[in-house]
């Protein structure tokens, strides 16, 4: 078994140079009554790294997930884990941990005998137990006198940072998470996506998390990898995957986009209606049709003083505020909606047909 | 009190209280009055019925008296109380662990197998039992039809006292204790796996306690029924023990000593309530489900 494991990490010579990856996975699919959940996922997880996966519900990543923490095992492929093959490994024998989206916090149990479970599992002395613990409440910020409080009466927030320090508290080298921030509002969820990126930090351990959300995956995460329908479609910085998104699914999945279907003709791009397009240079996109992305914001109102490279008329039938920027929806003529959004000081003065505009080199052009 | 008038002037009732009158007065009716009754005879005069008109302790010196063998009685029904519920929680874990984690699709037809024997009186149940094991009976027959010399004698002995017991109370202790191990989240056992716990820790530590509602109630409203119990005794154990509530309903039947049947009930009312409070007060539900 484990020489199947070994193959894959230590074929490629590149592996000698790069970090070893903690997580490798290779091709790992995983079939519920015929209906693939996880359809053939490759990906290297590096020593220390923060991979955020993303995706709308039902894409696969709980699974995903699960698998990686051995809750389920897959129906194909390999999971190995610093070059061991850990597909059938159960749970309770891998070192790793996962942060459940419920919390999975012991209803029964005090603060202190919560975090202390998996110390007890390892029999450690109760005096021992009780030290780690506490340095661990301090870890996570929780008051001492929590230790005794029974845990389902401290708030979402408090729950939260139970649960974090238990998983601590079991010492795993990868620690997962499923959404587990997903019930808090938001000023707690922005303070304590911080204090994750920076427990991720001050520990050095390599961190997994799954989330349906972009702003949580790009606040804390070194790599987002985006997936769909049981597959990673994308996998790169924050950065990459914001400005270069590989197909229209990513565009959209990361915050509002307008879209504009083109297709191939001579010498270069046309819209539906046959006018031309002006794109970037150097886009390669297989097939003859195509969508080109443009953000809200790289979208203008067109006016005699200001042109654009590609423009287009319509009427304006929405106005939001979103404090200090305005966003306009705009119909065409085509009856497609389009979103311009501009600072407060360039707010439209003039009647509501508008002609808004872009320039090629802010647009992105995808397949499909 | 006397002021039943809605229209009459004086003390409002709060909506809550009014909107629970028709309960209240079930339950003082229904429940409050006949218990009431039953303490008010054990304290007539033995076999009459001057019942509220009397007092006399006789009754209860007369139960007390060493002469009488009637602490036998209670002996027995609370022994086989006590044998059938600590029977019953070892028979019922599995299964009931089984219906909500083993049986998948089939774990409503196995429920409906249970439940299928409750829609058959107990008696004409119990009746069926005596002709599975009585001397050429079902069992018996069978054996020597096979060639073997016969069945066990088994009927009209304690041991069947208490076998009988086990299955007609085996559905009350079933049912909460599925209801109980249902409570579990999965999540849970899905964590302590994950925290390094194996199976053993998992069910000690996990399974166990936060299915103890379920399991409590289903072993007190067993512990309370098989108290009770009287036809498996007279059915299958044949007179062989005599359980409390025989003595009881003699009493109240051929004696025609009211009074006397009153306080042998309202002792057993006493054993057994104090017992099943006592239980619940040392088991605190709250904590266990983590209200507190």
Known sequence: MSSVAASPVSDSPASLKTPRPVLQLVDVRKVFDGFAAVDG????????????????????????????????????????????????????????CLVFQSLALFPHMTVGDNIEFPLRVRKMAPEERRKRALELMAKVRLPEDYYSKNVMLCSGGEKQRVALARAFAYDPDVLFFDEPLSALDYKLKKLLEKELKDLHRE??????????????????????G???????????????????????????????????????????????????????????????????????????????????????????????????????????RTGRTFLVEVPRAAAWKGDGEVTIGWDAVNAIVVGG | MADTSLSAP????????????????????????????VAAYAFATPKSFDVFRSFTLENLSAIF????????????????????VAILLVICYPIAFGLNKVFGKWS???????????????????????LFFIKNGVLDGALKWFGFSGGPELLYTPGITLFGMIY???????????????????????????LGAGRLMIWREIELPLAMPGILIGALLTFVLAAGAVAEAKILGGQSVITITQDIEVAFTYAQNWPMGSALALILVLIVSGLALSAMARLDLDKILGKR
Not at chain 1, 66 to 74: I, K, V
Not at chain 1, 236 to 244: A, H, L, N, R, V
């Open chain 1, 41 to 96: 996922i490759s990906l290297d997880i590096e020593e220390g790294e923060f991979v955020t996966i993303v995706g709308p519900s039902g894409s696969g990543k709980t699974t995903l997930l699960r698998m990686l923490a051995g809750l389920e095992s897959p129906s194909d492929g390999y999971i190995t884990l610093r070059g061991e093959l850990i597909n059938d490994v159960p749970s309770n024998r891998r070192p790793t």
């Open chain 1, 203 to 224: 520990s050095g351990k390599t961190f997994v998390y799954i989330t349906h959300s972009l702003e949580e995956a790009m606040v804390m995460s070194d790599r987002i």
């Open chain 1, 226 to 332: 985006v997936m769909r329908a049981g597959k990673v479609v994308q996998i790169g910085t924050p950065e990459q995957i914001y400005s270069t998104p590989a197909d229209r699914f990513v565009a959209e999945f990361f915050g509002e986009v307008n879209i504009v279907p083109i297709r191939r003709a001579e010498g270069g791009w046309v819209r539906k209606d046959g006018k031309p397009v002006a794109v970037a240079p150097g886009v390669s996109v297989d097939g003859d049709e195509a969508s080109v992305v443009i953000r809200p914001e790289y979208m203008r109102f067109v006016t005699d003083g200001a042109g654009a490279e590609n423009t287009l008329s319509g009427s304006i039938f929405n106005e939001y505020s979103l404090g200090s920027r305005l966003q306009y929806q705009v119909r065409s």
């Open chain 2, 10 to 37: 004086g003390p409002k009732l709060s909506p809550g209280l009014r909107a629970s009158l028709p309960v209240l007065f079930l339950l003082i009716a229904g429940f409050l009055a006949p218990l009431l009754t």
């Open chain 2, 65 to 84: 008296d060493p002469n009488n063998t009637v602490w036998t009685s209670f002996v027995w029904s609370l022994a086989l109380a006590f044998a059938c």
């Open chain 2, 108 to 130: 409503g037809f196995v429920s409906v197998l249970f439940v299928f024997p409750l829609f058959v009186s107990e008696n004409v149940r119990l009746y069926g039992w005596v």
């Open chain 2, 168 to 194: 007609v109370y085996l559905p009350f202790m079933l049912f909460p204790m599925t209801l109980g191990i249902a409570m579990i989240p999965r999540d849970l056992v899905d964590a302590a796996s994950d």
